[in-house]
């Protein structure tokens, strides 16, 4: 089945850093992938659509300064958490859809962000 | 836009009885209709999803779900559960369509079992 790797799988950052956080699409193409954060005890919450060669698209309430997406390939997506603040402190997961109009959202294992 | 809703936040079930958790949609089209399970710290592993066709459809580790159009539900089953289905349950609604937008995820129902 298709895989979907995400690293790192935590990270903890100081105030005020920068994270970036991959996720790549191991046996397939996305042209599109898509980057959740969870805070715990709840739900995901769609943050932004990445698609490869163009600009993501953000959901409202989505600082599109504070977290940069770049796609610049079909199997890579980065999500970069920038001057990173406690509050960030979340579970980000992305997903990749494979082609197709059936397709389904493979999702990567998370990534367990602790900004100190 | 469309919505999920998971009415049961915590549901507690006897080794080997019955399970069923609920999940309700609202979109004014085809849904897709997913259920995925998420153990504590992990991403977020797929159980089944519907498309189309047959509205009662199988998924991996024993789990069914039946989509009722009438209901807008997508319920999610299970004839005996075993202690190792204890996680975070989540029903999903996609666009038909595929691929261009991303999920939209019920709060989830946090399963658990006892001896």
């Known amino acids: 089945g298709a895989v979907v790797s995400q690293h790192p799988s935590w990270v903890i950052c100081k105030s005020g850093t920068s994270v970036k956080i991959e996720c790549r699409s191991l046996d397939f193409q996305a042209t599109t992938m898509f980057w959740y954060r969870q805070f715990p005890k709840q739900s995901l919450m769609l943050m932004a659509t990445?698609?490869?060669?163009?600009?993501?698209?953000?959901e409202q309430g989505v600082e599109k300064d504070k977290f940069l997406i770049n796609h610049a390939s079909l199997t890579l997506s980065t999500l970069t958490v920038t001057s990173a603040h406690p509050e960030d402190s979340s579970f980000y997961i992305c997903?990749?859809?494979?082609?197709?109009?059936?397709?389904?959202?493979?999702f990567g294992q998370g990534t367990r962000l602790t900004v100190v | 836009a469309q919505s999920v809703t998971q009415p049961d936040i915590h549901i507690t079930v006897s080794e080997g009885a019955s399970l069923e958790l609920r999940c309700n949609y609202s979109y004014g089209a085809t849904p897709y209709l997913f259920w995925y399970v998420q153990s504590p710290g992990q991403g977020l592993q797929l159980l089944l999803k519907y498309f189309s066709g047959d509205t009662l459809v199988q998924g991996i580790k024993g789990f069914e779900a039946e989509f009722k159009r009438s209901q807008s539900s997508f319920n999610l089953r299970k004839p005996s559960v075993h202690w190792s289905d204890a996680a975070e349950y989540f029903c999903?609604?996609?666009?038909?369509?595929?691929?261009?937008?991303?999920?939209?995820f019920g709060k989830g129902t946090h399963l658990i079992i006892q001896p």
């Open positions: 999903a609604v996609g666009v038909l369509g595929g691929g261009a937008d991303g999920l939209t």
């Open positions: 997903s990749a859809n494979a082609a197709g109009l059936t397709s389904e959202a493979f």
């Open positions: 990445s698609n490869e060669g163009s600009k993501a698209t953000y």
